[in-house]
């Protein structure tokens, strides 16, 4: 690397992007387009960004394995900045193996915790498990360290395992300190913060609560407490699961009863919940009928069910009680507007993939919460983004639980 590159790298090390910038603004050779790409990336031009990594990966010579590994792995960087998760990880996979080899342990574990990141955003926590339990964080500078434990934390969250993430967030607090970057303690503050939050709405026997990440922990826990968990849509019992998340009609005929409990649901409130109907026949009835027994069917390990005079009730076991768990916001796009509430501009395909539901019934769900002035846009085609205000008091972590599966 000659002078000016080195000088412009020491630049976006201490944070002097512009300084940067300036050194390399004229120069068109791999390094120079790599440095302006982490640059525009910086300022928040993802775009130009992109462009100018693919350039820079592209114009390394094919010796040079690791140059182009570190473009690919800033690439990452912006598309999970970006929310742009519904490109492949082959790439990042192929450029962390480069650097590993090459000895660049520290751009290594960077790449491993993009990939833990991106998958769990998108649930899948097995995979973000098997990454993380490969990299070893203690002979890596404390910076990231601090990177490491809060990807652990943010793993934990989402397994709503609340005291081994608050002991993550404590490591990391005292990694960053040894780092002295006030931006990992910034972080590290926020962490601290969402743990303090609602994680979801506690009904029980009609009276709503918002509830901690710890409480949604102690009652999914019991042993005692069948739970109809609207975040997940799924209804537990002593570690046993019914999963209903492909089963749109079951789940809402199970939240309207758990709603209810322990009085009964009305079959008029059922139909309601569960089809739509706005008037009632014959036919209404005979398919409430049919998926009533299904859903009995489905709940035998849990709950009962049975027929009452006007309807329908749960009964769970002797002894044991019945709760409903939702997410702290109500109406049918609950889940789509708590993902686009951490203040990042989301693709629809990104959302169709977080959500596990089809792109285009994200983007009409969109445009009816743009009609309502809940979301707003900006760019067309695939460059659209969607954004969504910020919701005081509720961390965005917690409200991705509905797209993934408990392990």
């Not at 300022?43 to 820079?56: E, H, P, Q, V, Y």
């Not at 490109?87 to 480069?98: F, G, K």
């Not at 998926?291 to 027929?307: H, N, P, T």
Request: glycine fraction near 8%; charged fraction near 25%; charge should be positive.
């Amino acid at each position: 690397m000659d002078s000016l590159i080195t000088a412009a790298a020491r630049a976006m090390a201490v944070g002097d992007v512009l300084g940067a910038l300036k050194r390399v603004a004229l120069r068109d050779d791999p390094p120079a387009l790599a440095i302006r790409g982490i640059a525009m990336a910086r300022l928040g031009d993802f775009a130009r960004a992109r462009s100018l990594l693919k350039a820079a990966a592209a114009g390394f010579a094919p010796t040079e394995l690791v140059y182009r590994a570190r473009c690919i792995l800033a690439q990452a960087e912006i598309d999970l900045a970006s929310r742009d998760l519904a490109e492949s990880s082959s790439d990042l996979d192929d450029a962390r193996t480069t650097l590993e080899h090459s000895g660049d342990r520290v751009n290594a574990a960077h790449a491993g915790h993009l990939q833990v990141r991106r998958l769990v955003l998108i649930g899948r926590l097995r995979e973000a498990d098997q990454i993380l339990s490969g990299l070893s964080p203690a002979a890596l500078p404390p910076a990231y360290q601090a990177a490491h434990e809060l990807v652990i934390a943010a793993l934990n969250v989402r397994r709503l395992h609340a005291a081994s993430a608050r002991s993550a967030i404590q490591r990391a607090k005292t990694a960053a300190r040894a780092a002295r970057s006030q931006v990992l303690l910034a972080e590290v503050d926020r962490a601290i913060a969402s743990l303090e939050f609602p994680a979801a709405k506690l009904i029980r026997q009609g009276h709503e609560q918002a509830i901690k990440l710890e409480e949604v922990e102690r009652i999914l826990a019991s042993n005692t407490t069948v739970v109809v968990d609207g975040c997940r849509r799924s209804i537990y019992l002593a570690g046993r699961s019914v999963d209903l998340a492909k089963r749109p009609v079951l789940f809402a005929l199970a939240r309207a009863l758990a709603k209810a409990w322990p009085q009964e649901a009305t079959r008029s409130t059922l139909l309601i919940d569960a089809f739509g109907a706005r008037q009632v026949d014959e036919s209404h009835r005979a398919r409430l009928r049919v998926e009533i027994g299904r859903l009995r069917a489905e709940l035998l390990s849990v709950c009962g069910l049975i027929a009452t005079p006007g309807g329908y009730a749960l009964s769970p076991q002797e002894g044991c009680e019945l709760v409903l768990l939702d997410p702290p916001q109500d109406g049918p796009h609950a889940g789509l507007l708590g993902v686009l509430s951490d203040g990042e501009a989301w693709s629809s395909a990104a959302l169709a993939l977080v959500l596990g539901r089809s792109q285009r019934s994200v983007q009409r769900a969109l445009e009816a919460l743009a009609g309502a002035g809940k979301v707003r846009s900006h760019g067309d085609g695939r460059s659209r983004r969607w954004i969504a205000p910020p919701i005081p008091g509720f961390p965005t972590g917690l409200l991705l639980m509905n797209s993934i599966t408990p392990v």
